[in-house]
């Protein structure tokens, strides 16, 4: 029989420290305070705010999420309150939330880009900036930037310059032949962490009006549907990359149960985001910490870290 040994969920993003390895992946669960009676903030490591803009934005018309048969497409276009209105209204609201808050940032421009984290770093209550180069659902900026190198190169390095205090996490598309390459455009311009994935650009249609049901045309997959392929990047990025620069994954892409966050640690990951999975139950993150107490418990460990990236593979 295994000795169970007392188990600390404890994981360090950088600098920072999480009190288990689950968070909210942005864009599902608001700004922070539409979710805060919701879910049991013990088992929540970091909260992730939705992408802010330099402007408000409106965001794309509707209808802009509907579901399929493994997953969830939605076409949001980034809506939300823009800088001005989330430091004023927004940022006060944090005091409710006791874990660590990343704000997530997404601009058109990299001047937009370097004002946003410019502003934000300056807020005590913020532990980590999130750059999200990766929005399929934007006409300009968004997903250009986060599918070109040499862009991402540019955009982070230029952040990098602004950003003293923040734990600055760069937030990759899976929208590309290789995401390793993006991912090693950012590690070098000074990623202190990546996180992958973000939506696939997919769509839906309505065969009746034979219409796309988005009005947006086209919208982002996520949900389980997307799982082996978050995975398999992961994998690829820690492997190839992260593991030797020492730069922390977060990892993302259809995770609803303990198992699929065991997995993405295996694959490489030191915290696993939840996203489309709080739409059914706002108290996934709880559930996936419990259970992954409880796997370690199982094998006589008392750290996730003992696992993060221990995938075997064939010889
Ligand atoms: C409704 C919805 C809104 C999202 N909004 C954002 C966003 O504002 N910024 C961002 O970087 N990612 C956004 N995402 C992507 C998620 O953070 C995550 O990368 C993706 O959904 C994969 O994880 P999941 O399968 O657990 O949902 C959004 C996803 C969904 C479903």
Known sequence: MVEQREVDLRVHLGSVELATPIVTASGTSGYSLEYA???????????????????????NPPPRTVETRAGLLNSIG????????????????????PSPIFVNVAGRTIDEYTKLAGRLDEVEQISGLELNISCPNVKEGGITFGTDARQVSKIVSAVKKVVKRCLLVVKLSPNV??????AKAAVEAGADCLSLVNTFTSLAIDIEKQRPVLANV???????AIKPIALYMVHRIYTQLCKKAN????????????????????????AVAVGTALFVEPNTPA???EYIKKYLADRGLTSPTEIAGKLQLPA
């Open 37 to 59: 009676d919701l879910a049991d903030f013990r088992a929540i490591g970091a909260f992730f705010t939705k992408s802010i803009t330099l402007e408000p934005r409106q965001g």
């Open 78 to 97: 980034l809506a939300n309150v823009g800088l001005e209105v989330f430091l004023k209204e927004k940022v006060p609201q944090f005091q409710r939330i």
């Open 177 to 182: 032949t290789d995401i390793l390459e993006p």
């Open 218 to 224: 086209t919208g982002g997959l996520s949900g389980p």
């Open 247 to 270: 730069v922390p994954i977060i990892g993302m892409g259809g995770v609803q149960f303990g198992s699929d966050a065991i997995e993405f640690l295996l694959a490489g990951a030191t």
């Open 287 to 289: 559930i996936l910490a």
